[in-house]
């Protein structure tokens, strides 16, 4: 199937480097895929077909859903703790474990204690910031071409395409997520760090493969694969992929003072369908400001922003007064025991 559709993942990856480097658009569509088990030739029901996945999961077609996930945990401590603050505030009930960086056994000892808790892996093969670095779960004679010469994962995903090797990426993503498992972590889905998984179809054919494997929800843009092939989209869909409709985010264009009136613009304007908003929490602390030097993107002041909106009762209320129902990647991945 992927070399047939080979011309059209080249399109969908143009699309992706446009939306993440550019960033001009406040709402960027995402679909959550899940594959539910091998491909059979048997044909789903008419019903199936189609309900759309908010009616699978007993709401209405124009019910408004909404996750609301926070990124990369276990990058320090002070993400951590700020992320687990934000999941006993209530708003916040989904969130993805980095399981390479050095802060992961803080989180892993809290989901252990939480397997109730939303988490699932955030699939990591870069490592972004300056001083703050950190490398592959796999031995490093293993994986070579995804390491610099300090055997530290890339800072961009443009290096880390340079060279890299499919079957490295595989073991250690698998490395990743078995390290997750022996420490007691019950994953409830997979996305992509900084969107790696996403730079070239044989990459994705491996998140596809490992959310076959071990039965985990992954997302993925559907409305992004429709624009630009809607019969890769129908196969996908053929194949037994469930989708919803939309991610949103903040971006650099967004002013500190502008960051409250974002995101309630976000709330009150949210469509039918699943929503899932995507945040990155910490403190504005010295750890943190020595991690996230020379990088504002997603650094200390922007988290500790992104904490102080989440954890305040203005959002709760807007989410309550709009009628918005918050869900979690668990309810999803029932779906696959259906």
């Not at 070399?3 to 406040?26: E, N, T």
């Not at 709330?267 to 010295?286: A, C, M, S, V, W």
């Not at 650094?299 to 009628?323: C, H, P, Y």
Request: aromatic share 12%; net charge negative; glycine share 6%.
């Amino acid at each position: 199937m992927w070399a047939k559709h080979a011309c059209f993942w080249r399109r969908i990856m143009a699309i992706f480097r446009m939306i993440r480097y550019m960033r001009r658009c406040l709402l960027f569509p995402i679909v959550i895929v899940i594959f539910k088990g091998v491909h059979s030739q048997e044909n789903p029901t008419m019903e199936t077909e189609t309900l759309s996945l908010a009616e699978q999961l007993g709401y209405s077609k124009e019910a408004k859903l909404l996750i609301v996930h926070a990124d990369d945990i276990g990058l320090s401590h002070s993400v951590n703790e700020a992320s687990i603050q934000a999941f006993q505030y209530g708003i916040v009930r989904s969130g993805s474990i980095m399981v390479p960086c050095p802060w992961f056994s803080e989180i892993a000892d809290y989901a252990k204690q939480y397997p109730e808790m939303d988490l699932g892996i955030h699939l990591t093969l870069t490592s972004e910031w300056k001083l703050y670095r950190w490398g592959s779960v796999s031995p490093t004679f293993d994986v070579p071409t995804l390491l610099n010469d300090q055997g530290f994962f890339y800072p961009s995903n443009a290096e880390v395409m340079v060279d890299v090797n499919p079957d490295e990426v595989e073991k250690e993503l698998r490395a990743q997520i078995d390290r997750a498992l022996a420490f007691g972590i019950q994953p409830s889905h997979f996305d992509s760090h900084m969107g790696t998984l996403f730079e070239s179809p044989d990459l994705f054919h491996i998140y596809l493969r490992l959310s076959r494997d071990y039965k985990i929800p992954v997302f993925l843009p559907r409305e992004v694969i429709e624009q630009s092939s809607p019969e890769l989209s129908a196969s996908l869909q053929r194949d037994g992929f469930l989708m919803i409709d939309r991610y949103m985010m903040a971006h650099s264009n967004v002013s500190a003072d502008g960051w409250i009136e974002f995101y309630s613009d976000l709330i009150r304007n949210l469509k039918p369908g699943i929503t899932q908003i995507i945040i990155h929490f910490g403190f504005d602390n010295e750890e943190l400001r020595a991690i996230s030097i020379d990088h504002p993107d997603y650094g200390a002041a922007w988290r500790q922003r992104d904490f102080d909106v989440f954890t305040s009762d203005m959002i709760k209320d807007l989410i309550e007064e709009n009628d918005i129902h918050p869900i979690t990647w668990r309810e999803i991945g029932k779906l696959l025991g259906e």
